[in-house]
């Protein structure tokens, strides 16, 4: 079945370090993939969206990268600050039902 | 502002018992989604509507109803049927199904007592 995976394990930085979050897809190819913040007991916030046939989406101190070969997309947060502490949702799109399937989130937690 | 409302923020239910929950939209979009969310689980799609008066099945759509009577409102109804309905519940919506951003409410939180 398809399926998106995140890392479950909390990822702990330290402010002013690149925050690197992984998000790899089996058994499909999605057209698009999108990313997500989630703050606790708060709705999701969209952040990028990366198409298939884009390598790279950046927006201020957040990068997005998508390998169709890897079936895995990276999500970068350069110059981390504690205001990054977050779940970060990756959202894979495409395939024949071209249902919006998320992935489980990591937790961000940046240290001052 | 534009956005989406979710109501009410914290709900309590008996065993047997129906609860809907609202969501209303102003942004003028066609497609609506519920998701519910789980304690180390991903979203889960309930239900989605593209347009008004239709609706499909989402992965775990049993236990669950909506109706789309309205562009700007889809309602999720969790009744009796769902054994195990406390969670998270997310209404969500976009301008189309391909390839554009979702905007999400502020959630609902659903507890049987």
């Known amino acids: 079945s398809q399926k998106i995976e995140q890392n479950s394990e909390a990822l702990n930085i330290q402010e002013g370090k690149t925050a690197t979050l992984t998000c790899n897809y089996t058994n499909y190819s999605p057209a698009y993939l999108q990313w997500y913040r989630q703050d606790p007991g708060r709705g999701p916030v969209f952040l990028l969206l990366?198409?298939?046939?884009?390598k790279e989406k950046r927006k201020e101190r957040l990068k997005v990268t998508f390998d169709t070969t890897l079936k895995q997309s990276l999500f970068h947060i350069t110059a981390s600050q504690p205001a990054d502490s977050a779940t970060y949702l990756c959202a894979a799109q495409g395939g024949a039902t071209n249902k919006l399937i998320f992935g489980t989130g990591t937790l961000l937690a940046v240290q001052p | 502002d534009g956005g989406i409302t979710q109501s009410p923020k914290y709900l309590f239910r008996k065993e047997g018992q129906n609860v809907t929950l609202s969501c209303e939209q102003n942004l003028n979009h066609d497609a609506m989604y519920w998701y519910r969310q789980d304690p180390g689980q991903g979203l889960r799609l309930i239900y989605y509507?593209?347009?008004?008066?239709?609706?499909q099945k989402g992965d775990i759509a049993e236990g669950y109803s909506v109706s789309r009577e309205k562009k700007e409102s889809f309602p999720l109804t969790v009744t009796s049927a769902q054994k195990n309905p406390t969670a998270f519940y997310l209404c969500a919506s976009s301008m189309g199904q391909h390839g554009n951003t979702i905007y999400f409410g502020e959630g609902s939180w659903l507890t049987v007592v």
């Open positions: 509507s593209q347009i008004v008066n239709d609706f």
């Open positions: 990366i198409r298939e046939n884009e």
